[in-house]
């Protein structure tokens, strides 16, 4: 069960003195004066591709209700509370991208349905109104939320099972099965399996079991490269076996070698791998498993120009083309998953990967450890975050060379969420050395300072050990 944390919502125009009230039919909502009471309490979450406002009272009440707009209003811009569920309402209606901008957290709604065209949830002025307003005042448009927004999560942990089925075409000599078993499954701490790699990834919250059907047929020579009509032939192949391909939580394919442009394929996300004669290398198997988790290719952040001496990440970078030596889904070979993906998983929770949103000192511990502080997150004004991490040489899957860049300084991403998972672009921290995303520069090493024009926010990295790394962060100042 998702853990909510509820906290009063209030509107800049209002100041601190009102809150968002639902009132006593508990379906309109107005603003009243803040007294603590659970009408005036909400969690703000994601449910699906949207955020949701939810009120307090669902826990009392029995009913799960969120705040949205409907289709017809009485008044222009009307906002109200329908059932969660989505029984009488689109999802869409009760639907809220929520954009993160400024200092000290402050919030701005879009509705889903109306688009932010339709307006963007206001304070009305001279009124205790609320409503969704096209064109709202700078005060009347900004929130301040006590509570913590949970982020979103597509949670793969427990014990998943997969079904191996290591077949070949007509005419074509089968794999080495006992090869691809353990790439796939492993003997133990091996660091050169994808079950290994997921339970050090996961910190022991997934472990991934399977059963392996070899030396199957799986017809005729494929030319068309269709992936599903791989998964079938495997399918029905295991069927024949007196194995039921839906008992297992996965169905992983190896086949004999296919002209087809890719080594492996697996759907964004899905329950499916298939690997094209290449599954005797462990790192198909860990790439196309973080596809079939809701991980795309990452793409790169480069040439971003300097800016008073400064990074500056925003629209004048180049966008790279998929480049991440620290992502196995990005071309890394077997480097474990980047703080996101295991926080996305379940892995970590939103405590061990915080959201700042205030100028300070902080600590990053490195990633992969018991650190309390696993990563940070840094909102953005279109919707994105900004993701730091940082990493030490470990044994097996981390082992970095003496005095690489990805141990010396700290990995910064900007990571947005897709409708069914997310996306990261590594930026390129020090552009100026024309390295590229290479393991000499890519890092914001210690001395240096990134400015994120999104965020709102300058980095300074002040020093890094092997415990973790100090920095600053501070607000640019508006202009």
């Known amino acids: 069960m998702v853990h909510q944390v509820f906290g009063q919502l209030r509107n800049e125009l209002h100041g601190e003195g009102k809150c968002l009230t639902l009132n006593d039919d508990r379906r309109s909502v107005v603003f009243a004066a803040c007294a603590g009471a659970e009408a005036q309490m909400w969690t703000i979450g994601p449910a699906g591709q949207y955020q949701k406002i939810r009120s307090a009272l669902n826990s009392t009440k ?63 002025p001279e009124s205790d109104r609320v409503a969704l307003v096209a064109k709202p005042l700078e005060a009347e448009k900004w929130w301040h939320f006590e509570g913590s927004i949970e982020s979103r999560k597509r949670p793969v942990v427990g014990e998943k099972t997969a079904l191996l089925v290591v077949g070949h075409f007509d005419g074509d000599a089968a794999p080495a099965p006992e090869r691809v078993r353990k790439a796939v499954l492993g003997d133990g701490a091996d660091f050169a399996s994808l079950s290994h790699f997921l339970s050090l990834a996961s910190r022991g919250k997934l472990t991934l079991k399977g059963t392996m059907l070899p030396g199957v047929s799986l017809g005729p020579k494929q030319t068309d490269c269709d992936h599903n009509a791989m998964v079938a032939s495997a399918a029905k192949a295991a069927r024949a076996n007196g194995i039921n391909p839906e008992d297992f939580d996965y169905i992983f394919v190896e086949t004999s070698p296919l002209n087809c442009g890719w080594a492996g394929i697996a759907a964004v996300p899905g329950r499916f791998v298939v690997s094209a004669g290449t599954g005797y290398k462990p790192w198909v198997w860990t790439h196309e498993f973080g596809h079939s988790m809701g991980f795309s290719h990452p793409v790169s952040l480069r040439d971003c120009p300097a800016v008073d001496g400064a990074v500056s990440v925003g629209d004048r ?60 997150r840094i909102p953005r004004s279109d919707g994105s975050y900004l993701i730091l991490e940082y990493r030490q040489a470990q044994e097996g899957f981390e082992n970095w060379p003496a005095n690489s860049a990805f141990t010396r300084g700290v990995i910064v991403r900007s990571m947005t969420y897709t409708s069914n998972g997310l996306i990261n672009a590594l930026v390129d921290a020090t552009p100026a050395s024309g390295g590229g995303m290479t393991d000499s520069d890519v890092t914001l090493l210690p001395g240096a300072s990134l400015r994120d024009e999104l965020a709102g926010k300058l980095l300074i990295v002040d020093a890094v050990d092997p415990a973790g790394a100090s920095i600053r962060i501070l607000d640019i100042p508006a202009h």
């Open 62 to 124: 029995g009913e799960a209700i969120c705040l949205g707009t409907p289709a017809n209003g009485t008044q222009p811009g009307d906002v109200t509370m329908f059932p969660c569920n989505g029984s009488a309402s689109f999802s869409s209606q009760i639907g809220w991208p929520t954009i993160t901008t400024g200092a000290n957290g402050r919030l701005a709604f879009s509705n889903s349905y109306r688009g932010q065209g339709g307006g963007l949830l206001s304070a009305m």
């Open 317 to 376: 970078c180049t966008v790279g083309k998929i480049d991440d030596p620290t992502d196995t889904v990005g071309g890394g070979g077997l480097r474990l998953f980047p703080v996101d993906y295991r926080l996305y998983a379940g892995w970590l929770t939103d405590q061990e990967v915080p959201v700042i949103y205030k100028p300070g000192a902080y600590r990053l511990g490195v990633l992969g450890t018991e650190a309390p502080i696993q990563g940070f």
